[in-house]
């Protein structure tokens, strides 16, 4: 069993000029994205933010001693003309994908330092809010203010958009992700409901209506096994649905104690799928479940002085980040004890 999340530490923390929106690991659980509602992205070295905090406590933590080779913050990108609002690496090459209000989806090359500016673009018709790329890493899914979801294939850029008008969601889409198997992906929406599509045919196979209750659903990610989505809503409710019976299996529930949200924010696993975190909107302490009874555990206080809008944990490691309206994101991690 992994270490619950009350165990784990702020290590690092990084700023930007504005509200921080969005947060994305890399496959390897190597790097980290930011971005924020200034418009600007920032990558960071995780292996650089963990041994910094090691410097603090032996007392090296001078920025002096810190050179441009060390620093935690690997590229800051500037190219777009508003709120960035979903973040994306490359399963397999130095490749950003970033979405925005601007109407863009930009992709950078940030293995050169040089370039700070996006190498291509795509011109959206609409805002865009979420974007995955497939797990090979040749399509791309996209969501906005459109009730349409859009794939797009990488390469040609060409759109594909589901032929059948009854498939398609009636409010703006909130997220999209793919299944690891790669045969599926999930789609949620302001319209309430949960959708699953095949891959392939680019069809809705199965459709969860009111999914949680009528109110919005912020979020729905696919567990390792393909098996399962959790998704979260605005009625403060995380809920696990077994796609085989089409049912929710387990609502964790105990969040809001104060009832409806009012921003969107998203649930996560954690990386062994032993836990189920989400960010309170009032205390913005973070919930945790036991991923398998819904058993509470203990809150973690985030340490934000606004709400928290995005949490994303490591694909491979104790270790998430936090990204809060303060303009902040914090990198909290699990340092290892001697007994582990």
Request: aromatic share 10%; proline share 4%.
């Amino acid at each position: 069993m992994a270490p619950e999340v009350s165990a784990y530490e702020t290590v690092y923390i990084t700023a930007h000029k504005g509200p921080c929106r969005t947060a994305v690991f890399d496959k390897a659980g190597d790097y980290v994205a930011t971005a924020s509602e200034d418009a600007s992205i920032k990558i960071l070295n995780v292996e650089r933010m963990i041994a910094k905090s090691k410097d603090d406590l032996m007392g090296n933590s001078s920025d002096k001693m810190v050179g441009m080779e060390q620093h935690p913050v690997v590229r800051t990108l500037y190219d777009h003309a508003a709120e960035v609002t979903s973040l994306d690496f490359h399963p397999f090459h130095s490749l950003i994908a970033s979405g925005s209000k601007d109407f863009t989806i930009k992709f950078f090359e940030f293995a050169k330092p040089s370039i700070k500016k996006a190498t291509k673009f795509i011109q959206e018709a609409a805002e865009v809010r979420c974007l995955k790329y497939h797990p090979s890493g040749d399509y791309l899914l996209v969501g906005t203010q459109h009730p349409a979801v859009r794939l797009y294939d990488a390469n040609t850029f060409q759109c594909f958009v589901t032929s059948n008008e009854k498939d398609h969601h009636i409010g703006p889409i909130t997220a999209v992700n793919w299944c690891p198997n790669a045969n599926m992906y999930v789609t949620s929406s302001k319209d309430g409901d949960l959708k699953i599509w095949d891959g392939v045919s680019n069809k809705c196979v199965l459709s969860f209506q009111k999914a949680h209750d009528g109110h919005e659903v912020c979020s729905a990610v696919f567990s390792k096994n393909s098996k399962y989505v959790l998704s979260s809503g605005k009625d403060s409710i995380v809920k696990l649905w077994e796609l085989n019976s089409s049912r929710c299996l387990i609502a964790y529930t105990g969040a809001g104690t104060t009832g409806k949200m009012e921003h969107r924010t998203n649930a996560a696993f954690n990386h062994t799928e032993d836990y189920v975190l989400f960010p309170d909107e009032k205390t913005t302490s973070l919930c945790c479940w036991d991923a398998r009874n819904a058993d509470r555990q203990r809150l973690l206080s985030l340490g934000h002085n606004s709400i928290v809008k995005c949490l994303v944990h490591s694909p491979k490691e104790t270790a998430f980040i936090s990204c809060s309206d303060d303009f902040r994101a914090r990198f909290w991690y699990k340092k290892p004890s001697l007994t582990d």
